[in-house]
């Protein structure tokens, strides 16, 4: 997945602190992903598929 900002998440992160460490492993774990299939995305994040 190509995440075009961090922009919004650190906007986000600043406005609730206790998110942040989520949103920047999160955000870490996105730009290097390489999900082929929904599936493959389901298997690291399995609400993501509901």
Do not use: C
Not at 2 to 18: A, C, G, M, N
């Amino acid at each position: 997945m190509h995440v075009i900002s961090r922009k919004t998440l650190r906007q986000f992160w600043e406005k609730y602190p206790d998110s942040e460490t989520a949103l920047i492993r999160w955000f870490k774990l996105m730009n290097s992903a390489n999900f082929q299939t929904l599936e493959e995305l389901g298997s690291v994040f399995p609400s993501a598929i509901l």
